[in-house]
């Protein structure tokens, strides 16, 4: 029998999952933080949007707060969102870490590579999240996105009193050092794994995986990737917000 003769392996399809219960108090009262309007439209909508931009990107899980699920399926239904991608919104739990467990089990079965994501990194460029899938493709079971650090870090002892002086420990090698965005990206199989395993809250979910003894790779992030946490990002947001709608028509 010739090669020719055997079926076509089928295709990789990737899904992503997007947390978005959490209430984002650094920001201040009000609405929580996925749902803070960016342009006029909320964040949330706008990390859908750049997650579906990549072609690659068939199925967007969104974890809605617990008792907020039909106001974000509203929300998702009321904005314009690529016809080739599907959207999926479910509750979510009391920690990050449930929420995204519970996104995963929303998963369908063929989805073998799963990006999870920040709402608050809503404008992360669509050349970002291919280069996460693309490594995760080449074999990689974990991807981070991360940037080299442009501050001295200092490793300290923390103050006994909030707001005290703290002894400096360590000087850490700034150049081995990266700050870590998202979305980050993992074989299925590897981060199921890591979820059901590791039990102890980590901050993020390649440090699930490390726990596993397995290896995370970091992949170039990019400058517009950061995390929209406290009212100063907001404003940085809207600058990169209205220069790409002047330069691109975004």
Do not use: C, N, W
């Amino acid at each position: 029998m010739s090669d020719d003769s055997l079926p076509a392996p089928a295709p990789v399809r990737t899904a992503a999952v997007i947390p978005a219960a959490g209430r984002g108090v650094r920001l201040g009262p009000g609405a929580p933080k996925a749902l803070r309007a960016l342009g006029g439209t909320p964040m949330l909508i706008h990390a859908v949007r750049a997650l579906a931009a990549s072609r690659s990107v068939s199925l967007v899980v969104v974890v809605a707060p617990p008792d907020g699920a039909a106001e974000v399926k509203s929300l998702l239904d009321a904005h314009a969102l690529p016809d080739r991608t599907d959207f999926v919104v479910v509750p979510g739990g009391a920690t990050r870490q449930e929420s995204v467990k519970l996104g995963l089990d929303a998963l369908p079965p063929g989805h073998d590579i799963v990006l999870v994501h920040d709402a608050a990194r809503p404008l992360v460029p669509v050349d970002t999240v291919d280069a996460v899938i693309e490594a995760v493709r080449e074999g990689a079971p974990a991807v981070v996105p991360g940037l080299p650090l442009a501050d001295t870090v200092k490793e300290v002892e923390p103050a006994a009193v909030p707001g005290g002086p703290e002894p400096v420990v360590a000087t850490p090698e700034r150049a081995r050092l990266r700050a870590v965005q998202t979305p980050q990206g993992f074989d299925r199989a590897t981060l199921l794994r890591a979820h059901e395993t590791v039990t102890d809250e980590v901050t993020d979910d390649a440090g699930m995986v490390e726990r596993l003894g397995l290896t995370v790779v970091v992949v170039p992030g990019h400058e517009e990737a950061f995390k929209v946490t406290r009212p100063l990002d907001l404003v940085l947001a809207e600058a990169v917000l209205a220069r790409r709608r002047l330069i691109d028509g975004y």
